[in-house]
């Protein structure tokens, strides 16, 4: 049985956590549980998602932590609690700390409104991306899953999927048509690793059949 844990920060709707442990449940992704959601707020609407559907929470506020360091302790410890196999970020829009990234090397999974490297770091996120992406005149956008290292959106790409701008496109259109994708995205990205079919060779993630 694999345990997930999941990320999400306060004004993050929860809609990649609800298809993730909805995926688990009803094995798309197999043999595998969400054990954790972990919020940095506690009116993050996720939260009360992750409750109705009877799995576990936490918060861990970073504006409750005189420093960074002691914010980032908190949630290692309250991770390794849960005892994880993976940690999927889920819109978590901070910098994940130091010590929990060395703590779970290429255990932990992030997805990102866009075909990464474009349109990615930090302040990317929500409607700016999607403006951004519309602002350059790209004719296709997409969704990147990616394992999470120090910095911003810049570690080992996982899957990525396409979907078209089209011309009477805003940020709005836009994020709704790539939604969907994303959900199917990520579970297929975390079926992958559950299934131990991710091997990462520098930049990049090889998938064995
Ligand atoms: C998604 O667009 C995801 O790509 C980004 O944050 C957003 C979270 O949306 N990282 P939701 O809370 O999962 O609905």
Redesign the pocket.
Known sequence: MSRIAIL?SG?????????IIEACRDERIPDSAVVAVIASRDDA??LQTAHALGVSTAVVNPREFPEADMYGDALLWVLQKAQPDLIC?????RLLPAQVVEAFPMRIM????ALLPLFGGRGM??LK?HQAVLESGMKVTG?TVHFVDEQYDTGPIILQRCVPVEDADTPETL?AR??PI??ATYIEAIRLFVQGRLRVEGRRVRVSE
Do not use: W
């Not at 970020?89 to 829009?93: C, Q, R, S, V």
């Not at 992030?110 to 409104?113: K, L, Q, T």
């Open positions: 999400v004004p993050s709707r929860g809609s990649n956590m609800q298809a609407p996720a970020l889920a819109g978590y829009m992030n997805i990102h409104p996120y929500g991306v969704c994020a790539l939604l994303e959900h």
